[in-house]
Every structure is written in structure tokens, then in C-alpha cells.
């Protein structure tokens, strides 16, 4: 039931795809569903961003894939799997790459890669390259943030989580 207009701009998006196996028919058949919501932070200076919410027992490889099909369809400059929490730990301002447990940069967006290699899992794939922190996907090691963060040059920002 519509709840009167949004009170922010942006579409809310459902994703569904079919598990497999072999159903009688569609209406039998199991999908794995997602909502997200994208839109816009300000509009004076437009800022893509996607929110999911993915069940807490969802495995790494999963929300690699996530992540990844993401990234092959909407080509971005950056993109990351981040809590709310680690996103305000690292004292994030735009229009700086946010550091998530996962996070992908687009190659040429930063030309400081190989100072990150020396510090985090690092690998080319996609135009660009996927970087993962120690720790859990709910549990980023925020140090390991902090430090990805001073290899792109950008301010050292609150260190509160």
C-alpha cells in the first residue's frame, strides 16, 4: 500500500533470480529475491548510491558476486560492501571511494594501487581492481581502512567507530 510520497528521491528495486532446480511450474519455483533502493544524496551534487539489505549469514563468495555483477553493470569509479558503521569510521567525505570489506576501483581511478597491494588482498578484474580488508563483512578491520585510506591520499578523518 503506497505510504504517501518518498521522503527522499530515488526508485526501490527488486531483484529476483530463479535458485534452479526443477520446478513443475512458475509458480513453484523458488527465487532468491532483493530490495534495493538507489538514488540521489543531494542534488546540486549528484551522488549514486545503492543500499541493500543481505541476510547476515550470506558468505563471502556471495557477496563477491554481489558486488562484482554490480560493478559489470553499472561501471562505476568505485564501489564498496560497507557498514554504516566502518563507513563513518573512516571518516569518509565525497568525493572520496568509501573502504568496505570489499571494495572495487575502477583502473585510472587511482594511480596508487600498487602502495594498497602492500597492505590488503588486491586483485585486477573487471577494468579495475577488488580490494578486501581483514575481517568480516559486519566487522571490517578498521585500521586496515584507515590505512588503505592514507596510500589515496586522503585525510586521515575520524578514526571513532
Known amino acids: 500500500m503506497n505510504q504517501g510520497p518518498m521522503q527522499a528521491p530515488g526508485q526501490h528495486i527488486e531483484l529476483a533470480r530463479e ?21 540521489f544524496e543531494h542534488p546540486l551534487q549528484p551522488s549514486n548510491h545503492l543500499v541493500m539489505q543481505i541476510e547476515d549469514d550470506t558468505d563471502e563468495s556471495t557477496l563477491l558476486r ?4 554490480l560493478v559489470v553493470a553499472w561501471q562505476p569509479d568505485h564501489l564498496a560492501l560497507v557498514t554504516r558503521a566502518a563507513q563513518r569510521g573512516q571518516g569518509h567525505k565525497p568525493p572520496q571511494a568509501v573502504i568496505g570489506f570489499y ?22 578484474a573487471d577494468g579495475g581492481h577488488y580490494i578486501r580488508v581483514a575481517g568480516a ?4 578491520d578498521i585500521e586496515q581502512i584507515h590505512e588503505i585510506r592514507a596510500a589515496l591520499n586522503y585525510p586521515a578523518g575520524s578514526r571513532a567507530s
Not at 22 to 30: K, N, V
Open 19 to 39: 535458485t534452479g532446480g526443477s520446478a513443475a511450474s512458475p509458480e513453484d519455483a523458488e527465487y532468491l529475491t532483493y530490495t534495493v533502493r538507489a538514488g
Open 66 to 69: 554481489y558486488l562484482g555483477a
Open 103 to 124: 571494495t572495487y576501483l575502477r583502473s585510472g581511478f587511482t594511480p596508487e594501487i600498487a602502495k594498497i597491494d602492500a597492505i590488503a588482498d588486491v586483485s585486477a
Open 137 to 140: 563483512p559486519d566487522t571490517p
